[in-house]
C-alpha cells in the first residue's frame, strides 16, 4: 500500500511510467469477493456493537436535522438549543436522578436520509421521544415512523400544517404558517396601509410557498390586491430580474417569506434597483446574520417571530445569555423554538413520573421484552400529558398546544431600524 | 421600456460573469478534451480567498482601490496554483485514460471542494465585505446601475482582452491554440504539452477566482455551495459558444446571461434554473458545434 | 420449463426471507436492507446505460422521479376507488391492494421509459461528454417541472402515500431486474449494446441499428430506475424533490464505477456497499462526503475499471475455482537489478498498449 502512494507521488513529478492493468485473475476476484464481504460483516457488526454500548440508566432522547447541508445552519441551530437545555437539566440533577442523553443524527438536508434517521433512533436507539426538524419536508419524512412506532415528535419549528396531521404521536411548539400568513397579511393592509402587495417566494421551499398562500387569500378577502408574484430558488443569489419585474408594478408592500440567506440579498437589490415600499416577511428572516447580509437595505422592513431576543422577560434574557456563553452569538428562534420543545419534553416526562412512576421507570435505559408492552403505554400516557399542555413557560412564549397538536401562540412583530429590531407589537391568535 | 432596459443591464452584468467563468471551462476543454467540473468550485474558493483577504486589509470598512485590486490578485493567485494543483493531482495520471475516467474524476474532485468548503469555512453563509462601495447611477431615467456592476463589466472586459491578448499575440498563447488543435503534433513541434497545459489552468482557474470577486461585490452572500450553478450554467455558455472557442465563450455568456434574466423577468421565475438546460438542448440538437465552433469530423 | 421452475424457487426463498429476516436482525439494519435492494435496482439499470452500451448518463434521479411520482400518484388517489370496488366485490383488501401496487410500478416504470425514450433521442448526436451535460440537464428540468406540479405537492412534498413497499417486492424487483438486464446482455441484442460502446462507427457499418440499441439501453434503464422511484416512495411513504437532485444520481452512478462499468455483480456488491457505507460512516458524519469524494478520485486514478472491471460473478468461477487455485499472478513493472521495483528513466521502454488507444 504504502509503496502504491510512492508510485503515486512519484509518477506525479514524471518519474514512472503508469501500467493500467486491464484485466485480472480469477484470483484477485475472490480476493476481492472476500474483502467485499468481510468489509460488509465488519461494518454491520460494528453498527450494532457501537449502538449495544449503551448505558442503562439514561433517559434517551433523538434528535434529527440537518448537521450538514445546504441548511446546516438550522440544523445547529435547533441542536444547539437542545443541547443546551438538556445540559441544564442534567447539571441540575435530571429527572428523579437519571440523567438525559440526546442522539443527534444528521440528515444531510434530505428526506430519505431524514427517513433513516428516525428509524434507527426509533429502532436502534430506542428512544423514548424524537425532537426535530426545521424543515417541513423533512420532519413529513420522519412523522410517520414516529406514528406508527407510538413514539412522540415534537417539531420545535416545523410551519407545514400537514405536519400535526400524520397523527396523534406528533406535536409542535411552534405556530403554523396559516396563522403566520394570515397575520402578516392583516399587519400589512391594517398597519402598514398597504393596498398593493407583491409576494417574492422562494418555490423550493414549502415553508415560503405555504406562507405566501396564506398571506395571499387573507390579503385579498381583506380588500387587497396581489399586484406581482415571482418566485427564486433557495440558494439564488441574483433577484434583479424579479425585482425590476415587480418594481414596474409599484406594490405599497413586498411580502418575502423566505429564509434570511436569501432575504438579506433580496433587501439589498430592491434598494438598489430603487423599490421605496417595505419589505415584510415570516420567521425565516431570524439570524444573526440578517442584518449582515441586509445592511441599511433593512431598515424600515418588518418580519413576524416567535420571540425577539431583547424581550426584557428575564427568562428570556437568562436564556440568551447563557447561549451566549456556552455558544457565543445571540440564539435565533429556531434555538430558541428547539430550547422549549427540549424542556417541553422533560416537564411532560416530570409529570409523567409523579402521575405514574412505574410507567416513567420503562422509559429508563434499555427496553427489555418484559417491559416492551409497558413501555409502549407508557409513551401513549407521555403522549397524551403533552396533548394537554397549557400555560407552558417557553422562552418563545406561553406554549398551549391545541387538538391538532399545534401550539396556539402570540406572533410577535419586529421593525428594522438603523440595523436593529424593535419591537412594534404582539398578534394573538 | 425601462424595465426592458433595466433586465437587460442586469443580464449582461451576470453575462460577463457567466463568460469569465465560461472561458476556463473553453480553454480546458479545447485542450484536454475534458469538461472540468471542479472549474464552478475553483470559482467558490475564489470568492472565499478574497473574502478572507479583504477581511485582511482592513475590511469591513473602507479600503482603498488600491487594496481592492490587492485583494482581486491574491485571489487570482490562490486559484490558478488550486487549479495548477488539481490538474497535477487528479487530471494528469488519466491523461491517457478513457475521457469518461477523467470526467468522473472531475466530478469527484468537484464534491470534494464543495465539501471541504463547508467543513473549513463552514456551511453557513459568509458576507462578502463591500470594499467598492454601492452607489447607484441614472444613466437612463428609470434605469438604475450600481457602481459594482460597471466594476463588473469593466474588469471582465479587461481580463477578456487580456486573454485575446495573451492567446492571439504571445508565443504561449501560440502554444496554447497548437496544443488544442492538435496535442501529439505539437509535441513533437517540441512545445511542452505539459506546461501548456498547466498554464492553461491556471489561467482559467484565475478568471474563474476573478469572477467569483466579482459576484462577491455585487451579490455579497457566499457559501461553500455557491459555484454549482454557475459552473453549470458557465459550461452550458461555453458549449453555447461553441465549445474550445475563446470569443464564443464570451458570447455564449453574455446570451446565457441575458437569456436567463429576460426569462425570469418576464416568463416565470421558477424556470430559472432550467432555461440553462433548455437552451443547452436546444443548441445541441440544433447546432451542436455552438454558435462560433467549427465542427471536427471524428476520423474512423 | 428450468428457468420457470428457478423463478418460482426463488419468490418462494424471498417470501420466507420476508418473514425469517426480521426475527433475526433488528428492524432498523432490516430497513437498511430495503434501501440496498432499491439501490441494487438503479445501480443495474444504470449499468446498462453507462457500462454495456457507454452512453453516459447522469441524470438517472431523474428517471427515478417520474416512477416514483407516477406511482404515488396512482395508489393515491386511484388506489381508494379500487378499494372500494374491490371491496364491494368482496375480494381480499390486502391482494387487490398489492396487486394494485404492482400494477402501479409498472406504470410508473412506464411512464419512466417514456421519458428515457424522450432523453435517448437526443443521444443519438451527441458524444459522452454532452450526453453527460445533457442527461444532467433532463434530471433538472424534470425535477423542476415536478416541483411545479401541485397535485403531487409540488414543494410541499407528496405525503401520505401509502405503504407497500416490503423486503420481497424489494428483492423480487431486484432479481427481476438483475435477471433482464443480464438476459439482455448476454442475447445478440447484448452484444449489440456492447459493439455501440466499443465503437460506434464501426458498429454502425456493420450494420448494427446503433440508434434503436442507444435509445433502447436508455428505455429499459429508465424502466427500472422507476420501478426503483415507485419502490422508493412507497418506502418512505413521502416524496419530495430533494431526493432526487444530481446528487442521487451522482451517487449511482459511483455505484456503478465502483462495481465496475459493465458487471451486473459489480453494481449490486457496490450497491450494497455504499448503502451501508453512509450508515457505518455516521460517527464522522461531518466527513462523509469527504471520504465519498476522495473515495471516487482515488478510485479512478487507481483502479478505474472498478471492483469487478467487466467481469462477472457467475456459477462458474465458483465451480472452476479449484482448477485456478494454482494460476500465477500477471506480472506488473518488472523488478529491475537494485530491486527496486519502478523504472527510472520515463518511457525507456516502449511496451505496446494493451488495449487499442481511443484518442
Known amino acids: 500500500?504504502?509503496?502504491?502512494?510512492?508510485?503515486?507521488?512519484?509518477?506525479?513529478?514524471?518519474?514512472?511510467?503508469?501500467?493500467?492493468?486491464?484485466?485480472?485473475?480469477?484470483?484477485?476476484?475472490?480476493?476481492?469477493?472476500?474483502?467485499?464481504?468481510?468489509?460488509?460483516?465488519?461494518?454491520?457488526?460494528?453498527c450494532s456493537y457501537l449502538s449495544c454500548a449503551k448505558k442503562s440508566e439514561e433517559i434517551r432522547i433523538g434528535e434529527f436535522g440537518s448537521l450538514t447541508g445546504t441548511t446546516a445552519t438550522f440544523g445547529i441551530s435547533t441542536k444547539n438549543g437542545i443541547d443546551l437545555a438538556i445540559e441544564e437539566i442534567n447539571t441540575a440533577g435530571g429527572l428523579e436522578g437519571k440523567l438525559f442523553k440526546v442522539i443527534v443524527e444528521d440528515d444531510q438536508g434530505r428526506p430519505e436520509e431524514a427517513a433513516t434517521a428516525?428509524?434507527?433512533?426509533?429502532?436502534?436507539?430506542?428512544?423514548?421521544?424524537?425532537?426535530?426538524?426545521?424543515?417541513?419536508?423533512?420532519?413529513?419524512?420522519?412523522?410517520?415512523?414516529?406514528q406508527n412506532a407510538g413514539v412522540p415528535m415534537i417539531t420545535p419549528s416545523s410551519t407545514n400544517p400537514k405536519v400535526t396531521e400524520v397523527g396523534d404521536f406528533v406535536f409542535r411548539v411552534c405556530f403554523i404558517d396559516p396563522f403566520q400568513g394570515k397575520v402578516a397579511a392583516l399587519f400589512a393592509y391594517d398597519s402598514l396601509g398597504a393596498r398593493k402587495a407583491a409576494i417574492l417566494r422562494d418555490i423550493k421551499n414549502d415553508y415560503s410557498v405555504g406562507l405566501a398562500e396564506f398571506f395571499a387569500t387573507t390579503l385579498v378577502s381583506r380588500g387587497g390586491k396581489i399586484v406581482g408574484d415571482e418566485s427564486y430558488s433557495e440558494g439564488d443569489i441574483d433577484f434583479r430580474a424579479q425585482l425590476t419585474s415587480i418594481k414596474a408594478k409599484s406594490p405599497d408592500v413586498i411580502f418575502v417569506p423566505g429564509y434570511y440567506t436569501e432575504v438579506g440579498l433580496v433587501a439589498r437589490q430592491a434598494r438598489e434597483l430603487g423599490i421605496k415600499a417595505p419589505l415584510l416577511g415570516g420567521d425565516g428572516w431570524v439570524s444573526d446574520r440578517l442584518i449582515e447580509i441586509g445592511g441599511a437595505a433593512l431598515n424600515g422592513c418588518y418580519f413576524t417571530n416567535h420571540y425577539w431576543e431583547g424581550d426584557p422577560d428575564p427568562a428570556v434574557q437568562s436564556f440568551v445569555s447563557a447561549y451566549k456563553k456556552r455558544f457565543g452569538g445571540n440564539p435565533d428562534a429556531l434555538a430558541a423554538l428547539a430550547y422549549d420543545a427540549a424542556k417541553l419534553l422533560v416537564v411532560s416526562l416530570k409529570t409523567l413520573s409523579s402521575e405514574d412512576p412505574?410507567?416513567?421507570?420503562?422509559?429508563?435505559?434499555?427496553?427489555?421484552a418484559r417491559t416492551e408492552k409497558l413501555r409502549e403505554e407508557a409513551l401513549a400516557k407521555l403522549r397524551d400529558i403533552l396533548a394537554v399542555t397549557r400555560d407552558f413557560p417557553g422562552v418563545t412564549g406561553s406554549i398551549n398546544i391545541d387538538e391538532k397538536r399545534n401550539a396556539v401562540k402570540p406572533a410577535i412583530f419586529l421593525k428594522i431600524e438603523n440595523g436593529e429590531y424593535k419591537y412594534i407589537g404582539k398578534v394573538l391568535p | 421600456m425601462q424595465e426592458f432596459l433595466q433586465q437587460l443591464v442586469n443580464g449582461i452584468t451576470w453575462g460577463s460573469i457567466y463568460a469569465l467563468i465560461a472561458l476556463g471551462y473553453t480553454m480546458v476543454y479545447g485542450i484536454l478534451r475534458l469538461i472540468n467540473f471542479a472549474h464552478g468550485d475553483v470559482y467558490m474558493v475564489g470568492a472565499f480567498v478574497a473574502y478572507f483577504a479583504a477581511r485582511l486589509v482592513g475590511a469591513p470598512g473602507p479600503v482603498s482601490p488600491i487594496a481592492a485590486v490587492l485583494v482581486l490578485l491574491i485571489a487570482m493567485g490562490s486559484c490558478a496554483l488550486l487549479?495548477?494543483?488539481?490538474?497535477?493531482?487528479?487530471y494528469k495520471p488519466l491523461r491517457k485514460s478513457p475521457r469518461l475516467t477523467a470526467l468522473i474524476t472531475a466530478i469527484g474532485v468537484s464534491l470534494l471542494l464543495e465539501n471541504l468548503g463547508i467543513i473549513v469555512f463552514g456551511p453557513d453563509p459568509k458576507f462578502f465585505p463591500q470594499i467598492v462601495t454601492p452607489r447607484q447611477m441614472e444613466l437612463i431615467p428609470g434605469v438604475l446601475v450600481g457602481r459594482h456592476q460597471i466594476v463588473i463589466l469593466a474588469v471582465s472586459i479587461l481580463l477578456m482582452l487580456l486573454l485575446q491578448l495573451v492567446v492571439l499575440r504571445t508565443k504561449i498563447g501560440k502554444a496554447m491554440r497548437a496544443v488544442s488543435f492538435n496535442r501529439q503534433a505539437a509535441s513533437l513541434m517540441g512545445i511542452s504539452t505539459d506546461n501548456v497545459i498547466t498554464f492553461t489552468f491556471a489561467v482559467g482557474s484565475a478568471l474563474a477566482a476573478a469572477a467569483g470577486v466579482l459576484v462577491g461585490l455585487s451579490n455579497p452572500k457566499i457559501d461553500p455551495l455557491m459555484g454549482i450553478m454557475p459552473g453549470i450554467k458557465a459550461f452550458v455558455a461555453a458549449v453555447l459558444g461553441g465549445i474550445g472557442n475563446i470569443p464564443g465563450a464570451m458570447i455564449g455568456g453574455l446570451i446565457m446571461g441575458v437569456a436567463e434574466v429576460m426569462v425570469v423577468g418576464y416568463v416565470s421565475s421558477t424556470f430559472r434554473d432550467a432555461i440553462a438546460f433548455a437552451l443547452l438542448i436546444v443548441i445541441l440538437l440544433v447546432k451542436p458545434t455552438g454558435l462560433l465552433g467549427t465542427g471536427m469530423a471524428e476520423k474512423v | 420449463m428450468k428457468n420457470l421452475v428457478l423463478v418460482l424457487a426463488v419468490t418462494v426463498v424471498l417470501v420466507f426471507l420476508n418473514f425469517l429476516i426480521p426475527t433475526l436482525i433488528n428492524p432498523y439494519i432490516f430497513q437498511i436492507l430495503i434501501l440496498c435492494g432499491i439501490n441494487v435496482i438503479l445501480a443495474v439499470s444504470l449499468n446498462l446505460i453507462n457500462g454495456f452500451t457507454g452512453q453516459f448518463s447522469i441524470g438517472h434521479a431523474g428517471f427515478m422521479a417520474i416512477g416514483g411520482y407516477t406511482c404515488a400518484a396512482i395508489t393515491f388517489y386511484l388506489g381508494p376507488h379500487v378499494a372500494n370496488k374491490a371491496a364491494s366485490m368482496g375480494l381480499s383488501a390486502t391482494i387487490v391492494g398489492t396487486s394494485f401496487f404492482v400494477l402501479s410500478l409498472v406504470a410508473g416504470g412506464l411512464a419512466s421509459a417514456i421519458a428515457g425514450f424522450l432523453v435517448g433521442l437526443p443521444s443519438l448526436r451527441l458524444r459522452g461528454d454532452y450526453?453527460?451535460?445533457?442527461?444532467?440537464?433532463?434530471?433538472?428540468?424534470?425535477?423542476?417541472?415536478?416541483?411545479?406540479?401541485?397535485?403531487?405537492?409540488?414543494?410541499r412534498g407528496f405525503a401520505d402515500i401509502p405503504r407497500y413497499t416490503n423486503f420481497f417486492w424489494v428483492s423480487f424487483f431486484a432479481f427481476v431486474t438483475i435477471v433482464v438486464v443480464r438476459n439482455l446482455t448476454s442475447s445478440t441484442h447484448g452484444r449489440?449494446?456492447?459493439?455501440?460502446r466499443e465503437d460506434e462507427i464501426a458498429a454502425e457499418a456493420l450494420g448494427i441499428n446503433t440508434t434503436r440499441y442507444k435509445v433502447l439501453a436508455f428505455v429499459i434503464g429508465a424502466f427500472f430506475a422507476g420501478v426503483a422511484g415507485g419502490l422508493f416512495g412507497h418506502y418512505l411513504m413521502y416524496l419530495h424533490t430533494n431526493s432526487f437532485t444530481f446528487m442521487k444520481s451522482f451517487e449511482v452512478v459511483i455505484m456503478v464505477v465502483l462495481g465496475g462499468m459493465g458487471s451486473i455483480t459489480g453494481s449490486v456488491i457496490a450497491a450494497g456497499l455504499l448503502t451501508v457505507l453512509p450508515e457505518a460512516l455516521r460517527p464522522v458524519k461531518e466527513f462523509r462526503m469527504v471520504i465519498y469524494a476522495s473515495l471516487l478520485i482515488f478510485l479512478m486514478i487507481a483502479r478505474p475499471q472498478g471492483l469487478f472491471?467487466?467481469?462477472?460473478?457467475?456459477?462458474?468461477?465458483?465451480?472452476?475455482?479449484?482448477?485456478?487455485?494454482?494460476?500465477?499472478?500477471?506480472?506488473?513493472?518488472?523488478?529491475?537489478?537494485?530491486?527496486?521495483?519502478?523504472?527510472?528513466?520515463?518511457?525507456?521502454?516502449?511496451?505496446?498498449?494493451?488495449?487499442l488507444d481511443h484518442s
Open chain 3, 131 to 155: 450526453l453527460a451535460i445533457v442527461t444532467l440537464g433532463f434530471g433538472e428540468i424534470i425535477r423542476v417541472v415536478i416541483l411545479n406540479v401541485n397535485a403531487v405537492g409540488g414543494a
Open chain 1, 358 to 368: 412505574g410507567a416513567f421507570k420503562t422509559l429508563v435505559g434499555n427496553p427489555t
Open chain 2, 83 to 90: 487549479g495548477v494543483g488539481i490538474e497535477r493531482g487528479a
Open chain 3, 309 to 355: 472491471g467487466m467481469r462477472e460473478l457467475s456459477l462458474q468461477t465458483f465451480r472452476s475455482l479449484p482448477f485456478r487455485m494454482g494460476k500465477k499472478e500477471q506480472k506488473g513493472p518488472e523488478k529491475t537489478r537494485d530491486g527496486t521495483r519502478f523504472q527510472k528513466r520515463r518511457g525507456t521502454k516502449v511496451r505496446a498498449p494493451k488495449r
Open chain 1, 118 to 146: 428516525v428509524r434507527k433512533l426509533i429502532e436502534q436507539d430506542r428512544v423514548i421521544a424524537v425532537l426535530g426538524e426545521v424543515a417541513s419536508s423533512r420532519t413529513l419524512a420522519g412523522a410517520p415512523f414516529c
Open chain 1, 1 to 46: 500500500m504504502s509503496w502504491f502512494l510512492v508510485e503515486r507521488v512519484l509518477f506525479l513529478f514524471g518519474r514512472v511510467e503508469q501500467e493500467v492493468k486491464m484485466s485480472f485473475t480469477r484470483r484477485e476476484v475472490l480476493k476481492g469477493i472476500a474483502f467485499c464481504v468481510s468489509l460488509f460483516a465488519v461494518v454491520l457488526t460494528a
Open chain 3, 192 to 196: 449489440a449494446f456492447l459493439s455501440v
